[in-house]
């Protein structure tokens, strides 16, 4: 079993930026890759970057790439998304999620970090 931890959200203005975190804890051998996702009011809960744990393999939904950067710390089996240029647009709840080497998909999930960005 895993428990995710997010932390860092809160309510920012248009062209401001956030760094959220991530603490996994319990049985991390066998982590595969760590992910952020988010839910807008509204919406279906929507991919927004994700790592391999091993190495620093990483990609973004195309709406982010250049603003978002997802980054780790494998001794602190922390993970990372710094957001620059927030938009309205990316006021959402976001999920933190892990991906064992046997699942095909995120199996973990955290409780959410509510992000919001005034305009």
């Known amino acids: 079993q895993v428990q995710l931890l997010e932390s860092g959200g809160g309510l920012v203005q248009a062209g401001g930026s956030l760094r959220l975190s991530c603490t996994a804890s319990g049985h991390m051998s066998m982590t595969a890759a760590m992910g952020w996702f988010r839910q807008a009011p509204g919406k279906e809960r929507e991919f927004v970057s994700a790592?391999?744990?091993?190495?620093?393999?990483?990609n973004y939904a195309e709406a982010v790439k250049g603003r978002f950067i997802i980054s780790k710390s494998n001794a602190k089996n922390t993970l990372y998304l710094q957001m620059n240029n927030l938009k309205p647009e990316d006021t959402a709840v976001y999920y933190c999620?892990?991906?064992?080497?046997?699942?095909?998909?995120?199996?973990?999930w955290g409780q959410g970090t509510q992000v919001t960005v005034s305009s």
């Open positions: 790592i391999t744990w091993i190495g620093a393999g990483g």
């Open positions: 999620a892990l991906r064992t080497s046997t699942a095909d998909d995120f199996e973990y």
